[in-house]
């Protein structure tokens, strides 16, 4: 016998622009949400029956009333009154509102240049007594030219790597933090990106590993509110080119920059009393 | 004070593609494999300390020297074989080896076409005691144009969606499933994918998450070592185009594709005794 | 002083999904077109002036209300009616519709699975006496893994590659042919395809520069109606890779799949008297 | 008969970071290159010889030992370079370099952050008697709040489009200009750029293509060494969402970002003695 043991379901990729014309200058808040929900919903898989089952369609349409309503001065305080809302309709044991933000950078009083795919991203979880909040980024893609070396780790049968005191550095940097619960100081997060790229830049390196473990500490020293961080940096690897044939040397001057394989390194760094 | 309380790293899309020659036909083989540790790697990441250290390049050489010996009849038997090896490293207590199949129809006995988008998915992680193995399949599109109704749900003060007793019902299948302690039929993977499609088209459906329902029970009876089944099916809309305004009917024939926003419709099914 | 000396405007990426259901089983056409005019839109770049810019939320409705009313038998029919429509709009000297036809394949009288990302084009251009048709695939991938060499080559002071007589040939195949002057029998795109896929299979190759021509001559051979016929072949690379220091062979076995840099291999063959 | 009428050839995507070490702060050359040869070549294609095919592996190690010789102050003098090169080997008629430059910007003396997808585009064709250079820039995205309207164009059976006078515009720009000939100071992309911008918001737009006009003549004023501008601007369509059945009223506040279809406004503004 085969038994529905979980589900979830949802609407995902709204698109909301908000334009804010009762200020000058105008501002612009771009967003792409989700809307995830888990409760009572077994009769719709087993039985074909739909009378609990709010429409996706429904759940986009609320989207976009709240943003009527809403200030969205920051996308947590956003994602936080749609996932209490929706934790609230019948059926709903938890509602999970993802998003991401993408960034604008101002131009003129009207007029807006994107900034690049790096995006601000939020999770917002309610289970009606409880929210929980775990806001990040992703896409922010930074290279080091020095600083950074790979030595020292063991060797096997199948290792060819050669040792290195000097190497680029580059990643795509996402990382996601937990906030303490009754925090609302969404705008620090500023603060947490401008000490993971100080740190990424300052460290002299000798691992991803390291560099990343130095990353979270320093996203922790830059507001108290965050519980805990998760790192995620593949190394995108820069391969020194052979010029030797050619009758040149390559003092760590010209490099193949690759996108397969990739090294990935992960982890997560949590505040401790 | 920071505390570092998880880590895993690896080498992630690490590109094979085997050419077996020592049989008429030539047989392919084309992989993409992601290899991910975790174990006792504390040191790299707070004391720099790279001693225990695997490089990740040493696992890319580590997975290309296997796939020289190994027959790779199976994709999960190779992967099975890595996830074991790589458990076995020094300061390694799990081994995670993720790996998409990319299958190639046959043209003639030396040449072959690419099968679309459309992989084969397995996850092994060991921890050194025990073995756990995740198959599926991801990006199977699949669209139906009729015997696919949504009424009968709730309406709300945000809820415009018409029912409809007659509608497209389009999907890209991603499926996982778990298969019992000691199976090795991998082959029973054609099953479950028949499985899937054929009731996916023969469903009279109330709703995605009815039709799902139904496809992880098929998949269920047509693998016996299949112990849970999870599937995801983003509801990939085709809207009926209002041609009123040009003086035209539309008896459900004229559809928009839309990529965005869509519905997401995720459930587990478990096989009970 | 700068003077306007070329311009062009249309409707891009319109997802039109037609359902016949008036037959048995149903049938299904999935296309996304292209709207591009030229004409005597001078002022509406100069001068504001927008009494002569026929909206493309117009050219978007048009091809919707076209596409209840055509059979859509064949893409290129339907096309032209479109070109032929376009450029009897007042200004319009030059219409041109691009088609990419996404096939699907029978499950069940009416269930589909997709095929892959392999995709018909046509464009066709009409500037009100001539229609011009151009059609085509592209995004069909294929491998052979023996009768493919390459040596002979000439060797400078930057050559290092090594001469082979035995590789892997892998390519992402984009065709274009043009038809004769009132040719009508667009199903011999199927001919066309055949014919360049065996070809491929069963070339002894010397370069993918020689497959490339016979491909094309193939294609010419299989539908009389082509005058002349582009094959653009990227070169997806598989190299051999090097287990020596691992204490392996690699009798051609086994590879890695890579993406970039790629070799482009493009020309155009034509049917002579 | 079947005659070869037109052939090309070289290597794609090849991946080049140069580092100048040499200087305080490093600084940091991030190209992606495509060679590309047309010659005497139709024996490789009909007569499977290749003692004239320059292969294109030989092409990228080029690529790569004159990025250790050259300075790459700018990649127009870089391609320049290049394609004079190719242009002198035996059988090259012509040599096209196309070059796409990936823009960091300094974080820290070693240290970059990617600007984003936005890239600076080249290509430089040279025949052995003359070298043409068509630069750009592409992947620039923009959006103005206000001062965009678009009516007064002609209504007809399939116009639903309602007029206005006050609506988002957001455009991803792409723009190529061709330099006179003798022309060096490739710096002043960076004032063809700001122009481009400065231009986009500050116009009074009454249709993507007015804007469009004027953006190419401020180009042209900010360089007197560019003959002729190009720009290709899809308008990536904000809809204004419909809030009336939840009782809200919606003051051009919130929209839906949509990706298809949109329309696609392309000229070319060119300067006259």
């Not at 929900?37 to 609320?62: P, Q």
């Not at 009154?81 to 950078?105: M, N």
């Not at 460290?203 to 590993?209: A, F, P, R, Y």
């Not at 473990?213 to 996203?219: F, I, S």
Request: proline residues 4%; glycine residues 6%.
């Amino acid at each position: 016998m085969a038994v529905l043991t979980w589900n979830r379901y949802g609407k995902s990729s709204v698109r909301l622009v908000k334009v804010r014309r009762t200020t000058e200058p105008h501002e612009i808040v771009d967003l792409t949400i989700d809307v995830a929900l888990e409760g009572t919903f077994d009769k719709v898989y087993t039985d074909g029956d739909n009378s609990a089952c709010l429409a996706t369609d429904t759940m986009k349409n609320t989207v976009y009333a709240f943003a009527r309503v809403e200030p969205i001065d920051h996308v947590e305080s956003f994602a936080v009154k749609l996932a209490e809302y929706f934790c609230e309709r019948p059926g709903v044991s938890t509602a999970c509102i993802q998003a991401a933000e993408h960034p604008w950078t101002r131009l003129q009083p009207h007029a807006f240049v994107r900034s690049g795919d790096e995006e601000w991203t939020t999770t917002v979880t309610s289970n009606g007594d409880r929210v929980s909040i775990v806001s990040g980024l992703r896409g922010l893609v930074v290279l080091k030219t020095t600083d950074s070396a790979f030595s020292g780790f063991p060797r096997d049968q199948f290792t060819t790597l050669p040792e290195t005191r000097d190497r680029i550095l580059a990643t795509s940097i996402t990382s996601t933090w937990t906030y303490a619960d009754g925090f609302s100081d969404f705008g620090k997060r500023d603060a947490i990106r401008s000490a993971l790229l100080k740190t990424f830049a300052d460290h002299k390196s000798e691992s991803v590993q390291q560099t990343l473990y130095e990353m979270g500490q320093a996203a922790l020293a830059a507001c108290d509110g965050v519980r805990d961080i998760q790192l995620s940096l593949p190394n995108r690897h820069h391969l020194l080119v052979d010029l030797a044939p050619f009758g040149l040397d390559n003092p760590n001057e010209i490099f193949v920059a690759t996108e397969q394989p990739f090294g990935l390194i992960e982890a997560r760094i949590t505040r401790q009393a």
